[in-house]
């Protein structure tokens, strides 16, 4: 009777901690929403928290009319739609025969060892430019997606998901005549859900949020992915900027205050990701502790 009093004050504590830790991580959102759907004077004041103040939707369609933001969103699509594709891909080639026993690939930890040390260590980023440079894809998307095609530590909670399922499944398929690429297409894949949504969730949160490569091997603006151009607008303002405005832009600028044109672009950057984890949030604990121990 005392543990069950203890623990019903524990959940009761653990529910109201929860609830508030939540409530903590949503209000800057709820809050930035709320300034980009008031008028300017209001947010200039600081009367805008939770809920819009003079409702008005001219700070979104002030950053709809801007160009540079269509074509960073239009960027950065490209480069989540690409590079996850490349990144999970290569990551379930990977995973599979590192996930083998020493005496079914017999240089396995040797391999292992070596992609956790690329991990811990890296070229350094002077290194990482001239590569890219000398291959001559500087400016291109591929730029930002090729050097991070095979990210180490999605391959190891793959390749600990694979060995923990069971392997009378793989040598059952074997009696029966199938393959490697059979078996890890057609038994592993499938039945590792969780860990490859585990795994796409952290490939397009870590593509959509980059924004310090962009900045150093896009040339021209309008090649540059979304984070990055927000932050040259957002972070880094350049004021100069004003003087090629057109009257009309101007115009508009008078009417959208910096502060509300920020917040509607900042919110416009997190829209698509916030749509993408309600649907990859149910496998996301279970992907992470699968994947991360070993039985």
Partial sequence: MFRSKTESVFNVFNTFFLIAAALVCVAPIVNVLAVSLSESADAAAGAVKLWPVNFTLRSYQFAFEDKLLLSSYWVSIQRVVLGSLINMFLTILVAYPLSKEVREFRFRTWYAWFLFFTMLFSGGLIPWYLTIRELHLMDTIWALVLPGAVPVFNCILLLNFFRQLPKELQESAFVDGA????????????????????????TCVGHWNSWFDGLILMKRPEHYPLQTYLQTKVVSFDASALSHASKEELANLMAVSDRTLKAAQIFLAAFPIMCLYPFLQKYFVKGIVLGSVKE
């Fill in 179 to 202: 393959g490697h690429w059979t078996i890890m297409w057609r038994i592993l894949v499938p039945l590792s859900k969780p860990a490859l949504a585990t795994i796409l969730l952290f």
